[in-house]
C-alpha cells in the first residue's frame, strides 16, 4: 500500500452520504495527496460539469471519469471520449418512450439533452446534469449538436424492475449497467468505469497494484476488479461486496475517509 499512485473514488453511495455531501477533510486530504505524487480520481456517472461544480476549487488537482467511462478529463482537459453508434440511438430511445415512468437523458460532450421533465424527474435529473438543455426531440438535438456518449434513463419507481426488462434485449451492442436504484445507463460496447481506470493508469505509467478504488453499485464493478486495492462500501450492492478484496464502512461512516486516514494517516492532515 506504500506505492499507491491513484486513488479512484465513485460519488454517490459512496463518497457523498446520504444527504449528497462531501465528507469533512476529503479537499485537504486531495491537496495533501496531491503534493506526494497521489492522483485522486472522482469516478461517476454523473455529467463532467456537475463534477466540476462539485469540486471545482480542486479542478487541477483531480482527474474525472464522468458518465460510467464514457468521458475522462484531467482537470479541465478532455483525455478521451467514447461516442454511441448514431445507428443505435433510435430504437432504446423509442422504447424508453413508451415506460410510463421513465425518462430520458441524451449525455452529451456539451450538455445533456431531455424533455422537459414531469416533476419527479425535474427534482432528480439536476442533481446530476449541470448542463442541460430542455428541446422536444432530445435525441434530434443531440445528434445535431453534440456526441451523444451515454443514453441515461431515469424511473421514477425503480430502474431495474420498470426498464431493465425491457432493455436489456440490447445488452451486446450497448454496454448496460444500474447506476443508482432509479438510474439505467446505456454507453458504447465495452465502456465501462474499469476501461477507463485502466486506461488512465496507463497513461501514467502504472501498474494495477499502485491503484486502489471505492464503489457501492454494480456500475462500479468493472473499477473495484481493475485495481489491486478495490473497497466496497460496507452499505454496498451485494454482487460489489461479493466482487470487492477489501472493504470500507458506509457512506453514512465516512468510509471513503476513515480509509484514506489509516492507509495515508502519516500524508493526510
Known sequence: MQD?????????????????RVPSGFFEAVEALHRHGIRVVIASGRQYFNLKKLFGPLQDRLMFICENGALAFDGGCNLFHHDIDPELLAEPVRIIDTISTASVVLCGIRAAYIRPPEPEAARNIPLYYE?????ESPL???????????IAVFDRIDAAANCLPLLDRF??????TLAERRWLDFMAPGVNKGVAITRLRKLLGLRPDQCMAFGDYPNDLEMLRAVTYGYAMANAHPDVKAAARFSAPSNDEDGVMRVLRSRFGDLIP
Open 171 to 176: 445488452r451486446g451492442r450497448l454496454a448496460i
Open 140 to 150: 434530434a438535438a443531440a445528434l445535431a449538436q453534440d456526441h451523444v456518449v451515454k
Open 4 to 20: 499507491i499512485k491513484l486513488i479512484a473514488v465513485d460519488l454517490d453511495g459512496t463518497l457523498l452520504d446520504s444527504r449528497k
Open 131 to 135: 448542463e442541460r438543455r430542455e428541446v
